[in-house]
Nanobody, 124 residues
Framework: QVQLVESGGGSVQAGGSLRLSCVVS????????IGWFHQAPGKQREGVAG???????NYADSVKGRFTISLDNAKRTMYLQMNSLKPEDTAMYYC??????????????????WGQGTQVTVSS
């Protein structure tokens, strides 16, 4: 069983920064995807950034150049550094993981492990 626990959300003004953390417990072995999704009220859950074991990081176009995803295997922790935040970044942010090889990184229906979410609010 895999458990994911997010932290680091909060309220900031536009242009500010936050760093989200996701601690992974349990075993994810073999090929897997792990990443961040967000969901604003009344909207669908969307991929923000993801990492694949076979290499590569992916970002949504809306966050490229502003957000950075990283994974510290020793600490079993994934991070999302969010800079130059905009009001439209306001959402609940979730970390998620799935054991799979290939395919899209940003389809939430593919992921079977989810954290409880952490709220990010950006004011103008």
């Amino acid at each position: 069983q895999v458990q994911l626990v997010e932290s680091g959300g909060g309220s900031v003004q536009a242009g500010g920064s936050l760093r989200l953390s996701c601690v992974v417990s349990g075993s994810i072995y073999g090929h897997y995807y792990i990443g961040w999704f967000h969901q604003a009220p009344g909207k669908q859950r969307e991929g923000v950034a993801g990492i694949r074991t076979e290499g590569g990081r992916n970002y949504a176009d809306s966050v490229k150049g502003r957000f950075t995803i990283s994974l510290d295997n020793a600490k079993r922790t994934m991070y999302l550094q969010m800079n130059s935040l905009k009001p439209e970044d306001t959402a609940m942010y979730y970390c998620a993981a799935v054991r799979k090889y290939g395919g899209r990184w940003d389809d939430p229906d593919d992921y079977n492990y989810w954290g409880q979410g952490t709220q990010v609010t950006v004011s103008s």
